[in-house]
């Protein structure tokens, strides 16, 4: 296991210092380079890691040959909240070299977050003023905080997501995805789009098919990538590396 971990960090740190466009330093340059850090992010995700106390134990431990340099938990907290850019980069840049990132058939849905129970838990979350109460027709249950509304291949690969408050049309949600970054239906002719009945309007075909602008209500009220916390984008990278890896593994 430790030879296919070396081998696979050591794989991935090669793609990721050589896509990843970094500003360059003022000054004395950090001992951990940001692709060092992105590429602890992705392992941290990969093997399952959710506090990051017991993830550096384990890569002081484990990991010292590969990084050199290891920080303390404040200082990795720090580097990583304010690498997010960086960290959305490499995502894009993992997906790309999939060969199924250009497939031309697409599957949408969503699944409630729920970020608190109590009122106290509400007043002081810091979701608050994103998330909203909603109510999950496949648990039968209300609940308070938000809506993941994710976008991808059909053999999992990972194209675009939000959390939006839950009490805004999925639709809408579908719709301020694709505005945000019109070209991922551009580079994609003939795209097919398979979800349920939540996401059907004539409106949006009508937005799909360029016949009419699709400004909706959703923007301002839903969290792209750039707002969510590290972690959940860490695990989102995790997700495209494990997949990519698993696409480029020799076949028996």
């Not at 990051?52 to 384990?58: Q, T």
């Not at 849905?109 to 496949?138: F, L, Q």
């Not at 009419?212 to 695990?235: F, I, K, L, Q």
Request: charged share 25%; with cysteine.
């Amino acid at each position: 296991m430790t030879t296919e971990l070396d081998t696979l960090l050591t794989a991935l740190y090669v793609h990721v210092d050589d896509h990843l466009k970094t500003p360059r330093w003022r000054g004395r340059p950090p001992r951990l380079t940001d692709a060092e850090l992105v590429t602890l992010a992705v392992a941290q995700a990969m093997l399952g890691f959710h506090c990051e106390a017991r993830w550096l134990r384990f890569a002081h431990a484990h990991l010292h040959d590969l990084f050199p340099y290891l920080p303390q938990r404040p200082a990795y907290n720090k580097r990583l909240r304010a690498a997010l850019p960086l960290v959305k980069q490499a995502i894009r840049s993992l997906a790309a070299d999939c060969d199924l990132w250009l497939d031309n058939v697409w599957i949408v849905d969503s699944t409630p977050v729920e970020c608190a129970r109590s009122r106290e838990s509400v007043k002081r979350s810091d979701p608050a003023g994103w998330a909203n109460y909603g109510y999950c027709r496949s648990h039968s249950r209300f609940y308070w905080g938000l809506k993941l509304h994710l976008v991808c291949t059909p053999a999992g690969l990972p194209v675009t997501w939000a959390l939006a408050d839950p009490k805004i049309d999925d639709r809408q949600v579908l719709a301020a995805l694709i505005d945000d970054e019109p070209d991922l239906a551009a580079c994609r002719p003939g795209l097919l789009i398979l979800a349920d009945k939540g996401y059907i309007a004539a409106e949006l075909d009508r937005y799909w098919r360029n016949e009419t602008p699709c400004r909706s209500a959703a923007e301002g009220c839903w969290m792209s990538s750039d707002d969510v916390p590290s972690v959940v984008r860490c695990r989102s990278q995790g997700m495209t590396a494990g997949f990519l890896r698993s696409r480029n593994a020799p076949q028996c």
